[in-house]
Nanobody, 123 residues
């Protein structure tokens, strides 16, 4: 499975961005997907997760109410809609996939990772 993340960029605080993660190869509707981010000098942290059916979504407390994760099975793509962005959301965002139906916030439980896309929020 190969994952390709896109959609990052520079935005002012309060603005919005939508990240996409396209999956290629032996994908499966039984896989779960996650979004993580890593800011300079900090550890990678969980942002959101979803199963391909879209029936189970989870969010980090820091993004609840502002970010929305969704999936489009026909396109093998997962999205992360980010609204009301804050300066502290600045990071490289990664999408990940695991060969399990259930989602998790633990990074080491994901099997495949995309290359990351930079999100920069200016004040």
């Amino acid at each position: 499975v190969q994952l390709q993340a896109s959609g990052g960029g520079l935005v002012q605080a309060g603005g919005s961005l939508r990240l996409s993660c396209a999956a290629y190869g032996r994908t499966s509707s039984s896989y779960a997907m996650g979004w993580f981010r890593q800011a300079p000098g900090k550890e990678r942290e969980f942002v959101a997760s979803i199963n391909w059916r879209g029936s189970d979504t989870n969010y980090a407390d820091s993004v609840k109410g502002r970010f929305t994760v969704s999936s489009d099975n026909a396109k093998n793509t997962v999205y992360l809609q980010m609204n009301s962005l804050k300066v502290e959301d600045t990071a490289v965002y990664y999408c990940a996939s695991r060969r399990q139906f259930y989602t998790t916030y633990i990074a080491r439980n994901y099997d495949y990772w995309g290359q990351g896309t930079q999100v920069t929020v200016s004040s």
